[in-house]
């Protein structure tokens, strides 16, 4: 299958490996080359029915009917979710979230996969699927505990079908194969009406070994399962070349399922690539894997400096293949909005980031008592005991900063 | 889930001579019974009846879709039984053996016992990780360790053991019940050792309590799991010397019912704990510091352990020194009580 190469690059001109450079610690102009080369280009399996310049292609597989409707929502959809996400990384650097996970650059990737899933269906979201979420109808506020220091995650996984985050990488996706199977054996596989679960994973995730082992369960239990690996391109610091040596979705072929690699930046494309694979799985041809070929406009999270690992060219390079202005570029193009549509929006997602940000500010800090809540489903008197003491403990400080150290001591 | 009481099993009758994991494989099929969304995953569990034979004709009589041979990777069986378990099944894991259980330890520490607390009790784990643990079969290594400490030290997991094939036959159904995961650890070598009356219709103790299983006056003795037995040999060997040993079977490892042993050790002022895992950082050291801190003024002596040593499992030809025997038990007892 022709494919982009990403094999490591020997150095050219007989450079010795390992020679000592004036740059130390910065990327070699061979090390960005490739990586440019990389990142740019999706190779000839690339999926892809918008074009960054706005133009509709057509796919002999995937190309489906878009009506002006559709694309409108997508659009909307696409702006709702990174002004979301602009507006939580400026409340980080407020002092507002203890962190946040960027998006940027990664809305149609997202929304694409996330709009193909039906309310039977079951998501299991890494930790920047804020897109995903907000097709699920999780309330966007919802996200903040876990980056505000609240809580761990507090929407309903089951009313939403939008597992909560899973930071620990790959983790969820053997969670995920669990659920398909289940789904399987509940006898909800098996037609058009039936039931899929999508999982979402990113590159760097591709290395671990829980990732593997997903694909291995879900091929032998004839999982209903969408593995939807976002390649952004970059898992911190490292580039997707430290994870694998060939393209992500060609792994597919190694577990005996199909793999597609997809626009990420492409909306319509990512929209029907899911469609399509949800679809085989509800009617048993599970699983699918898609490799959602996007890049990761900003930060890791709102702790990383990308500027110590890759170069303003690269990101210059995708700004050119933005995944909201391309649909916008195409609705103006087709007449299939007017200018009073883009207002609205704007105007919409100003409401939004308005609301997100007057309730963030008025998020109250968690009673002492939630650090023992529901550490078990039965009743714990050992977690009961040991809160108990904590808040008597806390409560002798009431009015005198020097009691409950007191009756710490009589205690 | 409400925790059995009776359990009807066909037309055996009630009661019946069982080893322990004969125990096990009639208490598995009762909770299989009563309970739809019970499932087994594990390596060679179905056609094999697993290589214990805990699961012996489950697969044949609840179909592949019930005990199901899973591919070979620890950490897909428990991050599966997870996703199933969210989906509303109530999973039983088999762990082959006790030192395979690490490729599954970061789903059991990161999600499965995490999941509750992370979803404010809006997702329920109840899953069982049922473990055959502890040494003496003359096995090569990963094959006879005592691992317990480690998932005791979780909060959010349960940790239980039986000692005997009354306690195999209803904590498996308890834990079964439990809506949180339970770590289940099987003494594996006495598996098929001698039998005892197992009356299926009885009213059986609770799964998160302790028990006096010997009483006692001179001194207690606390054990769990295949060291239980080696005590309640040594208050035997002790009691023709003309010296009362308590022995209590704690059952239970997290959470810890340790009530009997302080009503216990306020009364003899000696405790010795005895275990076959290393004594550093462990439930022995646990259960030594809540007794020094509960039954401070009673204490006649420190609290003696005798355990395995702080070495990875040795060879097995060394595996005898190595285990709790009855000579080491009498031995600490005596110190004790010299003291």
Redesign the interface.
């Known amino acids: 299958m022709p494919s982009v190469d990403h094999r490591p690059q020997p150095p050219p001109g007989g450079t010795p490996v390992g020679a000592p450079t004036t740059n130390a610690g910065r990327p070699s102009a061979q090390q960005v080359i490739a990586g440019l080369r990389a990142t740019s280009e999706g190779g000839e399996d690339l999926v892809q029915l918008l074009t960054p310049e706005g133009e509709r292609v057509h796919h002999p597989q995937f190309d489906f009917d878009v009506d002006a409707e559709l694309l409108r929502g997508l659009y909307r959809d696409m702006v709702l979710v990174r002004r979301f996400d602009r507006e939580a990384n400026a409340l980080q650097r407020q002092g507002q979230l203890g962190i946040w996970v960027p998006l940027l650059g990664q809305e149609a990737a997202q929304v694409g996969a996330g709009r193909a899933l039906r309310p039977q269906d079951m998501a299991f979201p890494s930790y920047r699927e804020h897109g995903v979420a907000w097709c699920r109808g999780v309330e966007m506020t919802d996200l903040f505990g876990i980056f505000r220091g609240t809580d761990h995650g507090s929407w309903d996984p089951r009313s939403t079908g939008f597992h909560l985050y899973t930071i620990v990488i790959g983790n969820q996706c053997l969670n995920a194969a669990g659920y398909a199977m289940g789904q399987r054996f509940d006898g909800k596989v098996g037609d058009a009406d039936g039931e899929a679960t999508m999982v979402f994973f990113g590159d760097g995730a591709t290395s671990q070994g829980d990732v593997h082992e997903a694909m291995v369960w879900g091929a032998v239990y004839d999982a209903p399962l969408v593995f939807y690996c976002q390649n952004n391109q970059w898992a911190i610091s490292e580039s997707v070349e430290r994870q694998s040596r060939v393209p992500l979705y060609q792994r597919a072929r190694g577990y005996g399922f199909p793999g597609i690699r997809v626009d990420g930046n492409d909306v319509l494309a990512c929209l029907a690539v899911s469609n399509w694979a949800l679809d085989e799985c509800r009617s048993g041809n599970g699983p699918v894997l898609i490799e959602a070929f996007t890049y990761r406009m900003d930060a890791h999270t709102t702790t990383d400096d990308p500027t110590r690992y890759r170069l303003t060219d690269e990101l210059e390079a995708w700004k050119l293949k933005d995944p909201i202005e391309r649909v916008r570029v195409h609705l103006i193009r087709e007449g299939g909005a007017d200018q009073a549509f883009f207002d609205e929006v704007q105007a919409e997602s100003d409401r939004f980031a308005g609301e997100v940000r007057e309730f963030c500010f008025n998020m109250p800090d968690p009673p002492p008592e939630r650090t023992f809540a529901n550490v078990y489903a039965e009743p714990s008197p050992a977690v009961d005991a040991q809160r108990d003491e904590h808040l008597a403990y806390l409560a002798g400080f009431d009015g005198d900063e020097h009691a409950g150290a007191d009756a710490w001591r009589k205690h | 889930m409400a925790a059995p009481t009776k359990t009807p099993v066909g037309t055996a009758p009630e009661v019946q001579q069982l080893t322990i994991g004969k125990s096990l494989n009639i208490g598995l099929r009762a909770a299989m019974e009563a309970d739809p969304k019970v499932?087994i995953l594990g390596e060679d569990v179905g056609k094999l009846g697993g290589v214990f034979r805990i699961t012996d004709g489950l697969q044949k009589d609840f179909g592949e879709?019930r005990v199901l041979d899973?591919?070979l990777?620890e950490?897909?069986i428990?991050?599966?039984?997870?996703?199933?378990?969210?989906?509303?099944?109530r999973?039983v894991c088999e762990i082959q053996f006790d030192g395979f259980v690490f490729?599954g330890f970061?789903?059991i520490v990161?999600?499965l016992a995490?999941?509750?607390?992370?979803?404010?009790?809006?997702?329920?784990?109840?899953v069982v990780v049922r473990i055959p643990f502890g040494g003496g079969i003359g096995a090569v290594e990963h094959h006879s360790e005592s691992p317990e400490s480690l998932f005791a030290h979780v909060?959010?997991l349960?940790v239980v053991s039986c000692s005997n094939p009354v306690d195999a036959y209803w904590m498996i159904q308890q834990a079964i019940a439990?809506?949180?995961p339970v770590l289940f650890f099987e003494p594996k070598r006495l598996y098929h050792q001698k039998k005892a009356p197992v009356d299926t219709t009885a009213t059986p103790d609770p799964l998160f309590a302790s028990r006096v299983v010997r009483p006692g006056t001179a001194a207690t003795l606390v054990a769990y799991g295949p060291s239980l037995g080696v005590c309640l040999d040594a208050a035997t060997a002790a009691d023709e010397d003309g010296t009362s040993l308590e022995v209590i079977d704690l059952r239970t490892l997290s959470?810890?019912d340790l009530e009997p042993v302080f009503e216990s050790v306020r009364r003899t002022g000696h405790l010795v704990v005895v275990s076959e895992a290393p004594s550093e950082a462990s439930l022995t050291s646990e259960i030594a510091a809540r007794v020094q801190q509960e039954c401070f003024y009673s204490l006649e002596a420190p609290v003696l352990r005798v355990t395995g040593f702080d070495t990875p499992y040795p060879p097995a030809k060394l595996e005898e020194g190595y285990l709790p025997d009855l000579d080491r038990i009498l031995h600490a007892v005596d110190r004790s009580l010299a003291w």
């Open positions: 499932i879709q899973t591919p990777a950490s897909g428990i991050g599966t039984a997870i996703g199933l378990a969210i989906r509303g099944y999973p490729p970061d789903q990161s999600q995490k999941l509750h607390y992370r979803s404010q009790g809006k997702v329920r784990m109840p909060a959010g349960k439990c809506d949180d959470p810890l």
